[in-house]
DNA sequence: TAATAAGGTTTATAATACAAACTAGTCTAT
DNA sequence: ATAGACTAGTTTGTATTATAAACCTTATTA
């Protein structure tokens, strides 16, 4: 039997942490979204909102593309990339995964 | 439409943790285990894995029960609590309801 | 009797999540 | 025109955390 439990010991923590599972999937359903959309979404406050997504970007998972409005007020969009599309639903296939293992496992057990 | 994730960053992140969420799972499908049973399960280190059980024992999920074989060499066993089995259960409800809301969400926007 | 092993715990450290304080510019009221 | 409040974030400080290294106690082996 297939035990689950050392996977999940391994599981993306860039992705699998709360906040940062909320914005990327969040992102993942939309084209782009503004950084203060996010923050409605997600309830976080900006500053943690800010370094979660400055986590996102370093890795790679999302892009960050500040523009001013008529050359002064700052508006940030932020999409989610491929390689971050990648890592999602690697995140989500590895956890599906996992779940149906412990499943099984509680019920043998 | 509801959307998932203001839930989503209010996971109970005793049990979110991927350490102590497969120490949680193992524990629910045993009436009781012992630590190096659990350690090979979860492949932690030993003092990782000590201080994860103290914290899941602080919070009244499990019970830690150091006994001495001829009352010389340790031997230490662990079991969920009736409150760590609901709040294990919980965990899995809303990551559910969440996932659920989610897939749903995903397909709309 | 020195060394190694078993079964853990404690300590040290590096990384983290989070919010408070800050920045830079705009808008409004007087 | 300038004080005060607002917008849209970022930076800084702090408290918590996850992790492994070092340690402890007893037993076993050489």
Redesign the pocket.
């Known amino acids: 039997m297939i035990m689950p439990f050392k996977e999940m010991?391994r599981l993306n923590?860039?992705i699998h942490?709360?906040?940062?599972l909320a914005v990327m999937n969040a992102l993942s359903a939309c084209t782009v979204a503004?950084?203060?959309f996010l923050q409605e979404l997600t309830g976080?406050?900006?500053?943690?909102?800010?370094?979660?997504?400055?986590?996102l970007e370093k890795a790679g998972y999302i892009h960050?593309d500040?523009q001013f409005v008529?050359?002064?007020?700052?508006?940030?969009t932020i999409q989610i990339t491929p390689n971050g599309q990648s890592a999602l639903s690697n995140y989500w296939q590895q956890f599906d995964h996992i779940r149906e293992l412990t499943k099984k496992w509680q019920k043998k057990a």
Chains 1, 2 share one sequence.
């Open positions: 010991t923590k860039l942490e709360p906040a940062r503004e950084f203060l976080l406050t900006k500053g943690n909102l800010s370094s979660h997504l400055s986590k960050i500040k008529r050359k002064k007020i700052p508006h940030t």
